[in-house]
């Protein structure tokens, strides 16, 4: 069963690089920064929405975090 996975593994993947190889192919930062940091700015693009969503559903009084829950994503975005 294990084999048939690996096969399988293998043909989806490919071979493993052997560890002298991988010094070659890590991405230089100026690359790597842009592409990689997206997807935690996107993140966080939909989470202001859901948290005031699910404050909305908690009733009126707890809309009053909401100024709070801006802070939050401000902080969370100059962090990252």
Same mark, same amino acid.
């Given at each position: 069963?294990? /084999?048939? =996975?690996?096969?399988?593994?293998?043909?989806? @993947?490919?071979?493993?690089?052997?560890?002298?190889?991988?010094?070659? /192919?890590? =991405?230089?930062?100026?690359?790597?920064?842009? @592409?990689?940091?997206?997807?935690?700015?996107?993140?966080?693009a939909y989470a202001p929405d859901e948290i005031l969503l699910t404050l909305a559903l908690a009733g009126v009084g707890a809309v009053a975090f909401s100024p709070?829950?801006?802070?939050?994503?401000?902080?969370?975005?100059?962090?990252?």
């Open positions: 069963m294990l /084999t048939i =996975l690996n096969a399988v593994k293998r043909v989806l @993947v490919g071979r493993p690089f052997r560890n002298d190889r991988l010094a070659h /192919t890590l =991405l230089p930062k100026r690359i790597a920064l842009p @592409v990689f940091a997206s997807d935690a700015l996107s993140s966080v709070w829950v801006g802070l939050a994503v401000m902080v969370v975005l100059l962090t990252v």
